[in-house]
């Protein structure tokens, strides 16, 4: 574990403040999962720190800096149709530091196409490089010249980097980093390397700033949260760190994501029921609905023990909710075992699902399967695992009419007057209120559900 000396950054500091007659803007977007958000959160934290005010339009941006995602190949193809639109604002303005960083640029030859065919990009560090950006700009701006960092091996766990939080009453808690796991399709364990948990006391500490801070909703964050703990000195599993933070008295509720089924336990189900401030929900991507393509997909559980821990959350937590991931279309995958995705949505009946056609990425084993189905055939199983899931999520949101929900007030709704407020199962409720309870609790009953959106009033 590392706890950064960001004292280098006052002179990197100087060097910017004499760069510019006025202070430089940043534009930061983050492609990709929460934890991505996160970094893209911290990015935005240290450039703060160095003199940097942070804009949301890219014309009015000094630096631009995509924080991107490699998951899947449409992410990445849209990142290089972003990053090729900059072109023009560079030639209009040739001071504009244009800087690529995360997941995509993890991989050597990402790099190299950057490098090859957008000479205007000036920047590029990979996901662990956050606290290397203050040196690297004020390099960029004393020599002039591009700094495109090759990915490195360097997964160590940082503490005490800057932030710059996208909301005030939202807030993401990343308590691992890195996957072990190895599912063949997926590329994570490439780009942002091994295992690597934080300390609990650095977790509690964070957890009670955001607290103290007025945060209502925490998501704790890891590519696999159900491996906490995996290689600290400390003896804490994930069930003991949820156990840790829910001592903490205050105003707040707990989500976290993800869970890996392989490892998530009875025990965790049991912490979720005994703790009201952790959600009634559970996002556990199960991936697809046949043992065959499971194990193929080096996923380590059976359909059957899925649903005997989805079947004992049921049982011990009474209203739970479910969410998943589904790959359709991995490699080889036939029409039957297809089918038993479908079979498989229609026993668990989730509240949603992030439904993704595979995409091979290169470097992992699925990409030397054969792959005998077409790009159609697969776009056709999405359509029909899309219809049963809509039939699922539309009657279970009907089932809702009538109760009360404690909801987190987020923003406003497109209807003038209209609030939005989150409920624990994720979908989103309308309702009248003053837009003072943004950011607080109100009790909201749900009036009516078409499909899965909400419409309801505050409860008397
Ligand atoms: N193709 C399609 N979906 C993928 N995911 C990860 N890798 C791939 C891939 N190569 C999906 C999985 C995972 C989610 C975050 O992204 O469903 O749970
Ligand atoms: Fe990818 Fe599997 Fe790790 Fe999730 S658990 S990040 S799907 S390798």
Redo the contacts with the bound molecule.
Sequence with gaps: MNRIDFSHDTQAAAVIAASYDTPPMAYVHSYGCQQNVNDGEKIKGVLSDVGFGICDKLEEADLILFNTCA?REHAEDRVFGNVGALKQLKAANPRLIIGICGCMTQQQSVVDKLRKSYPFVDLVFGVNGIDTLPALLAEKLQKGRRLLQTPTERYDVVEEVPIRRDSTFRAWLPIMYG?????S?????YV?GRERSRKSADILAEFRQLVAAGYKEITLLG??VNSYGKGLEEDIDFSGLLELLCAEEGDYHIRFM?S?PKDATPRLIDTMAAHPQICRHLHL?V?CGSDRVLAEM??HYTVEQYLSLIDYAKQKIPGITFSS?IIVGFPGETEEEFEQTLDLIRKVEYMQLFTFIYSKRGGTRAATMPDPYTHKDKTARMARLLEVQDEIAARLARGMVGQTFRVLVEGHARQEGMLTGRLDNNLIVEFAADPACIGQYAEVLVEDARATVLKGRLAD
């Design positions: 998951v996957c072990d796991n190895f599912c399709y997926c590329i994570v364990p942002r590519q696999n993800t890996h991507p991936q080096n996923r991931d």
